[in-house]
């Protein structure tokens, strides 16, 4: 009797001695005990507002082994059943939609040297001043550092995606400055008007705000002006 009495309420994570025990007001359910996706019912000892359940009900439900040894138990629960949510294949990492944020910066300064090139571009036919190839040399390099940059911080799918505009960005703007040092040295006027009606220009204006865009909201959003 004494033995069966040890192996009666043997209470889940917790020693069967506790100091005050006869002293705390005990309440006694019937609740529906799932583990591992394997439900049952158990009774539920309330102590001092702590929730206790007997170890062989949940080795029953659970399809797991009790054992006793001495004055040692071991349980043993096996492992989720397939199918479950815990045991099922861990998917990939959730796509990232957005831009890194090392991209955005480097996305942003290559955005900022292609405005600069372009706004020196137009400044010089306005007033009608010379432009050289080794001026815009430094322009370009400057871009074409930048656009690198860019490319090494690119990381998430929306970064590949965007970085191919900026190269597209970056070779219009390149095109239309070779056009401009081209016309300047064949000794060829350009107007203000030509250069603002120039589509080239046109389409690396719409690409710019196009960019913009995308770097204000952080997500990747192709509307065709950058192709």
């Known amino acids: 009797m004494r033995k069966k009495s040890w192996r009666g309420w043997l209470i889940l994570f917790v020693f069967l001695i506790v100091p005050g ?3 705390s007001q005990a309440a006694q359910q019937s609740r529906t005990l799932i583990v591992n996706g394997q439900s049952g019912q158990v009774k539920v000892v309330q102590i001092d507002g702590r929730s206790y359940v007997d170890l062989e009900s949940l080795a029953r439900i659970a399809n797991g082994t009790l054992g006793f040894s001495g004055d040692q138990i071991t349980l043993t629960l096996p492992g989720p059943a397939a199918g479950t949510p815990s045991a099922a294949t861990p998917s990939g990492p ?9 991209f955005l910066r480097a996305g942003i300064e290559e955005m900022a ?19 050289s190839e080794d001026w815009v040399a430094n322009f370009r390099g400057q871009a ?18 965007a970085l191919q505009l900026l190269n597209n960005e970056f070779g219009n703007m390149k095109t239309l400055s070779d056009k401009l040092v081209a016309a300047r040295k064949n000794m060829n006027f350009v107007s203000p008007d030509d ?6 220009n046109q389409n690396i204006l719409s690409c710019a705000r196009s960019l913009a865009a ?3 909201t952080g997500q990747f959003a192709d509307d065709g002006t950058c192709h």
């Open 94 to 102: 959730p796509a990232n939609p957005g831009f890194s944020k090392e």
């Open 21 to 23: 025990l006869a002293r």
């Open 144 to 161: 074409s550092i930048s656009l690198k940059l860019a490319a090494v911080a690119a990381s998430t799918d929306s970064d590949q995606k």
């Open 214 to 216: 995308m770097a204000a």
């Open 195 to 200: 250069l603002k009606n120039d589509p080239l």
């Open 113 to 131: 040297v292609i405005r600069e090139w372009r706004t020196a571009m137009v400044n010089s036919i306005q007033n009608n001043y010379p432009i």
